[in-house]
């Protein structure tokens, strides 16, 4: 079975500051792939970054990195200074090897006060 | 671009009724998804489709069916619609294999009365 638990369900920071949102996934695979989505208030997914199982490598993209840990089955997304902006609801992702189902986590709130 | 479509921003129906939500992708995806949003449950998987007429039951299945007749185009289909329905349906796309990204629709906001 395939599993995301992102235990946060809300988090409030002020402008500025550095956030980390944790997700954690079960799957008996050792070939998968695990993704993050933004949802802003509009309501549409974007698709933030991709990871396969292969790919330790943690990854940074402008305020955003990533940090892959294949021991803690953990895949943590972190944003540097945050930005009003960045409100939105976070979902982390999981597929499987050889299964196209895609699973979500329950998603996590992020609310940047001026 | 690429663009998934979903055919109504919001939808009213009554308790009863059948209801059909149709999503159309225009990126010859394989892969397509139903899935309901629910505050403090998440995204969850009702139904995918990774070929035409070729589906499999996610993880909420009940009270639901869909339909793949064309590639392009993906039905989630309530038979006799529930209050306990009433919900934000987001509809999803994407390409062999499972590596790559999906691409959502805007969602569909269903009331049912």
């Known amino acids: 079975a395939q599993k995301v638990t992102q235990a946060q369900t809300e988090i409030s920071v002020v402008e500025k500051e550095d956030v980390t949102l944790d997700c954690v996934y079960e799957?008996?695979?050792?070939?998968?792939?695990l993704f993050w989505y933004k949802q802003p208030p509009s309501g549409e997914l974007v698709f933030l970054i991709r990871?396969?199982?292969?790919?330790?490598q943690n990854e940074i993209s402008g305020r955003y990195s990533w940090n892959f840990q294949k021991s803690t089955s953990s895949f943590n997304f972190t944003i540097t200074a945050s930005q009003v902006v960045d409100s939105a609801v976070y979902f982390c992702?999981?597929?499987?090897?050889?299964?196209?189902?895609?699973?979500f986590g329950k998603g996590m709130k992020l609310t940047v006060n001026p | 671009d690429v663009k998934v479509t979903q055919s109504s921003r919001y939808l009213v129906k009554r308790t009863g009724e059948k209801v059909f939500l149709e999503c159309v992708q225009d990126?010859?995806?394989?892969?397509m998804f139903w899935y309901r949003q629910d505050p403090g449950l998440g995204l969850r998987l009702i139904y995918f489709?990774?070929?035409?007429?070729?589906?499999e039951k996610g993880d909420i299945p009940e009270g639901y069916s869909v339909s793949r007749e064309k590639k392009e185009r993906f039905s989630l289909i309530l038979e006799s619609a529930s209050t306990n329905q009433t919900s934000m349906y987001l509809c999803?796309?994407?390409?062999?294999?499972?590596?790559?990204?999906?691409?959502f629709g805007q969602g569909t906001r269903l009331t049912v009365v």
């Open positions: 489709s990774y070929d035409v007429k070729m589906k």
């Open positions: 992702a999981l597929t499987q090897g050889g299964s196209e189902k895609l699973v």
């Open positions: 990871r396969n199982s292969f790919d330790e």
């Open positions: 999803a796309s994407r390409v062999e294999p499972g590596f790559t990204e999906a691409f």
């Open positions: 990126m010859d995806h394989e892969n």
């Open positions: 799957t008996r695979d050792t070939t998968y792939y």
